[in-house]
T-cell receptor, first 114, second 112 residues
Framework: NAGVTQTPKFQVLKTGQSMTLQCAQDMNHEYMSWYRQDPGMGLRLIHYSVGAGITDQGEVPNGYNVSRSTTEDFPLRLLSAAPSQTSVYFC?????????????FGPGTRLTVL | DAKTTQPNSMESNEEEPVHLPCNHSTISGTDYIHWYRQLPSQGPEYVIHGLTSNVNNRMASLAIAEDRKSSTLILHRATLRDAAVYYCILRDSQGGSEKLVFGKGMKLTVNP
């Protein structure tokens, strides 16, 4: 198993550009989520999905869109990048939405918005 | 989600046991205690979780106070690879979601 994979590893955008951060998992996990981590801070939840076709907002959803058309993939779209979105983005997955399931995290995407 | 309180940082020596404390005085009866850690430049990784009883796995042990208002993550023999930020997180078992609420965590330094 490759686990949770994220692409790209690094990205530099200009203000106003759009892009999609890719996340995929090969463990047949129902639950997937996106977090951002700013320097010196813990992770904050952006969006999550409890299964294909179902998504919901987390703590900091503004400026981001998600969709979940397959179990494996959960892309995160930045509609119009802003410097405040400079951060490290982590995707995570777990077997189900129920508490107690271990969450697996990807290696992260480091995004800089100029 | 109920809050947890951890020291900002701790130091330990290689090959010695390390006890990482976490206070959660407002924990509810249905909250699980989860620990994750984040090595430098990596995503968080699961360490251990428990509800009431002490728990052991290949990575660590989790000791939960009888009143559940505090817990301690125990690394039995610290290695340099254990240097990381450790997060103590409460998860409501009735919440129906795997949302994790991360605080700032506690930075563990392991001295050779």
């Amino acid at each position: 198993n490759a686990g949770v994979t994220q692409t790209p590893k690094f990205q530099v955008l200009k203000t106003g550009q759009s892009m999609t951060l890719q996340c995929a998992q090969d463990m047949n996990h129902e639950y997937m989520s996106w977090y951002r981590q700013d320097p010196g801070m813990g992770l904050r939840l952006i969006h999550y999905s409890v299964g294909a076709g179902i998504t919901d907002q987390g703590e900091v959803p503004n400026g981001y869109n998600v969709s979940r058309s397959t179990t494996e993939d959960f892309p995160l779209r930045l509609l119009s990048a802003a410097p405040s979105q400079t951060s490290v983005y982590f995707c995570a997955s777990s077997y189900s939405k129920f508490t107690g399931n271990e969450q697996f995290f990807g290696p992260g995407t480091r995004l800089t918005v100029l | 989600d109920a809050k947890t309180t951890q020291p900002n940082s701790m130091e330990s020596n290689e090959e010695e046991p390390v006890h990482l404390p976490c206070n959660h005085s407002t924990i509810s009866g249905t909250d699980y205690i989860h620990w994750y850690r984040q090595l430098p430049s990596q995503g968080p990784e699961y360490v251990i979780h428990g509800l009431t009883s002490n728990v052991n796995n290949r990575m660590a042990s989790l000791a939960i106070a009888e009143d559940r208002k505090s817990s301690t993550l125990i690394l039995h023999r610290a290695t340099l690879r254990d240097a990381a930020v450790y997060y103590c997180i409460l998860r409501d078992s009735q919440g129906g979601s795997e949302k994790l609420v991360f605080g700032k965590g506690m930075k563990l330094t392991v001295n050779p």
